[in-house]
């Protein structure tokens, strides 16, 4: 059974940064595509980054582009706003080369967990 866990949330500042791990666990595929995605208080999740196995392509979301860095495992969080506080969500998909940015794509996923930036 394939586990997703994601870890390194917490509370920071503005402008500080985070970083989030992500491990997959339990699975009998070599490679994966992973996803981040988002959801804050009152409104419906959403895409934040993804990338293939092999890093090419990764996308972001505008809203990230340029400070949040995704890699196999992990997503780095920098110059963090207030906005960005939300529960996040580890995503994979397997044995693919495709990094997509829509939910119903991915069929493993976290529980979450929370980012919470302080004005």
């Known amino acids: 059974q394939v586990q997703v866990v994601e870890s390194g949330g917490g509370l920071v500042q503005t402008g500080g940064s985070l970083r989030l791990s992500c491990v997959v666990s339990g699975r009998t595929f070599s490679t994966y595509a992973m996803g981040w995605f988002r959801q804050a208080p009152g409104k419906e999740r959403e895409f934040v980054a993804a990338?293939?196995w092999s890093g090419n392509p990764t996308l972001y979301a505008d809203s990230v582009k340029g400070r949040f860095i995704i890699s196999r495992n992990t997503l780095q969080m920098n110059s963090l706003k207030p906005d960005d506080t939300a529960v996040y969500y580890c995503?994979?998909?397997?044995?693919?080369?495709?990094?997509?940015?829509?939910?119903?794509?991915?069929?493993?996923w976290g529980q979450g967990t929370q980012v919470t930036v302080s004005p």
């Open positions: 995503a994979a998909r397997s044995g693919t080369s495709v990094a997509t940015m829509y939910e119903s794509t991915y069929a493993y």
């Open positions: 990338r293939t």
